[in-house]
Structures are given as C-alpha cells and as structure tokens.
C-alpha cells in the first residue's frame, strides 16, 4: 500500500518483519529542503538539533525503546519545519516495538518568526495502534492511527508560539508483532509581516513598469 505526506513517504504496510526489510522511509523530495541529523543517543546526551532559526532539544523520555543507533532529523523546506524520528536505520534496522514517549522542545531562535501550525505523520506496520502528539503551550492534541496523517491534509492551526514543547506518544498494543518505523512532526511558521509583503508587491510592481517601459 503506497501514501503520500507532505514530504512524499515510502509507507511499507503488512507485517512487521516485511516493514522492516521494507526500510520505511519519509524523505523530501525537494532541492530547497536542507537539514541536520544526529542519532538518538547523540541528541538525548544533550546535543540538539538547529537549523535556520529553529533549535530542537531533547527534555525526557520514558519507556520510548529507541536504539542508540535511531537517527534522528531537522529538515527545513520551504520555509517550514519537520522533526523525524527513524528507527529503521543502517546501523538499526529493528522497528520500535515499545509503547512509551519522548518530549522536546522546538523554539524559535532570533527571528520575528512564530510556529503558526502543526501536523503528524507516522510509519507503521499494517496494525500498529496510535501515535499521539501533545503540547504543554497550547491544547491542540494529533494522532496518528495506523500510519494516517493528522490532519490529512494541510496543518492544524495553533495561536502563534516561539516555543512549543512536545511530547510524543507510541501506544502499540499488539507488540512485538507490530512496530513503528519512522514519525514526522511538522512546525508551520507565520509569513512574513503586511510590510514586508507590501515591500516585496511595490519592488515586484517596479519591475513590471521597467519591463513595459522596455518594450515600448
């Protein structure tokens, strides 16, 4: 079974072990996209992850099950951010079985910008359970059943934050024949202000008026 999110995924579907030679992978499609990876031992020992304006650190976990190996990425792509966790990974390629959380901040670092949206995405075997996505700064609550996007499509709205602190949460019931191979967080940030906008229309508008003045 094929799907597609917002940076165009490889959902691998059916059982467990089938998923995991299958190597689930999200990845962006786009040459605009730039991003930083590490692994999970290397970001929850204290090392975070920054990229353009945004910086993402690792606060807890608890029971999450990653292996030291999980890779772990902050991708921008047109002008928007996305945190993914990946468990199947050449250096561990085993799915998480685990039934647990991990919690992080994503903040907004010297830029007028502010997090104006969100939305999840997981991959997951064919009959995995849910994962969860909660904020301690706003209410809004993501879940992702079997491998579905949430919201489908587009992102849900959020009263603009510089700093949202994240928690998510695996819950696999039918463990350890199922599994989760990647999740993706995405962080949609305002546009820029009516004065920049209007800025970028006027110098637009003066090279019309020199193109026309041109052909005349």
């Known amino acids: 079974m094929m799907t597609t999110n917002k940076l165009t995924k490889t959902f691998a579907s059916g059982s467990l072990a089938i998923g995991v030679l299958a ?10 996209a730039a991003g930083v990876m590490s692994t999970w031992a290397a970001w929850t020992g ?7 304006d945004k910086k993402v650190t690792f606060l807890s976990e608890t029971n999450f099950g990653a292996n030291a190996l999980d890779d772990v990425e902050l991708m ?42 969100v939305d999840l995405d997981s991959d997951v075997s064919s009959n995995y359970g849910t994962v969860t996505e909660t ?15 949430d919201p489908l499509t587009g992102f849900e709205p959020i009263a603009p934050k510089k700093l949202l602190t994240v928690t998510n949460t695996l819950s696999n019931p039918n463990a350890p024949n199922e599994g989760l191979f990647q999740l993706q967080n995405s962080f949609h940030q ?18 019309l008026v020199s193109r026309f003045k041109k052909q005349k």
Do not use: R
């Open 23 to 32: 190597g689930a992978v999200l990845t962006a499609t786009s040459a605009s």
């Open 76 to 117: 921008e792509m047109g002008g928007h951010y996305y945190f993914i966790y990946d468990a199947t990974t050449l250096g561990s390629s085993d799915a998480n079985i685990s039934s647990g959380s991990f919690t992080y901040t994503i903040e907004v670092i010297n830029s007028p910008k502010s997090i104006i949206g």
């Open 135 to 149: 904020f301690v700064e706003v209410p809004n609550v993501l879940i992702s059943v079997n491998g579905s996007a």
């Open 190 to 207: 305002s546009v820029p202000e009516p004065g920049t906008i209007l800025g970028l229309l006027a110098v637009g508008g003066l090279g």
């Open 46 to 52: 204290g090392t975070p992850l920054q990229i353009g």
